[in-house]
């Protein structure tokens, strides 16, 4: 019987250290797991405030091309309007700036929407008018009272267009 204690007594401890082991191992797992899912959600979060501000950005950017299209529009009309002799000058100035704000318009991927003759869509154009017209098809753009823009593929401005019926 003196031996039975001493046999017990090296698997107590080696026991207890095995638990130990096994609580510290468990409890390592967790906090990896934690750290895992806190580094993710980081990640998550730093990807949505990265996409947030490239479209606030881009929001920005088509609000300003909104306001500044009307004035495009303004120049377009002063070029149609005869100025008569001695404007030459007055005129070319008027095409100078015309040119750079079409060319501003282009660095920033806007395209005008080329509505004369193409059928109807109302993803793109916006019917003001119609009009009967037997030289044309049902549905076809006859006039366009205001330009239509795009930028990239998304709508800017809608074309403000007269459509032809039958």
Do not use: C
């Amino acid at each position: 019987m003196a031996d039975e204690p001493l046999t017990d007594a090296p698997d107590a401890p080696a026991a207890s250290e095995n638990s130990e082991l096994a609580d510290a191992q468990r409890e390592r797992d967790e906090f990896k797991d934690r750290w895992m899912r806190k580094t993710a959600e980081f990640d998550n979060y730093r990807k949505r405030i990265d996409r947030e501000r490239r479209e606030q950005a881009d929001q920005a950017i088509v609000d300003l091309l909104q306001d500044v299209l009307p004035i495009v529009d303004d120049f377009d009309r002063a070029l149609t309007v005869d100025a008569g002799e001695g404007s030459a000058a007055y005129r070319k100035g008027v095409e100078l700036i015309h040119g750079k704000l079409h060319d501003l318009l282009r660095r920033y991927g806007v395209t005008p929407i080329e509505a004369l003759g193409t059928d109807f869509d109302p993803n793109i154009h916006q019917a003001v008018m119609h009009e009967a017209s037997p030289e044309h098809r049902e549905g076809e753009v006859i006039g366009e009272l205001q330009k239509g823009y795009m930028i990239k593929d998304r709508l800017l401005r809608p074309a403000m267009v007269k459509v032809a019926k039958a």
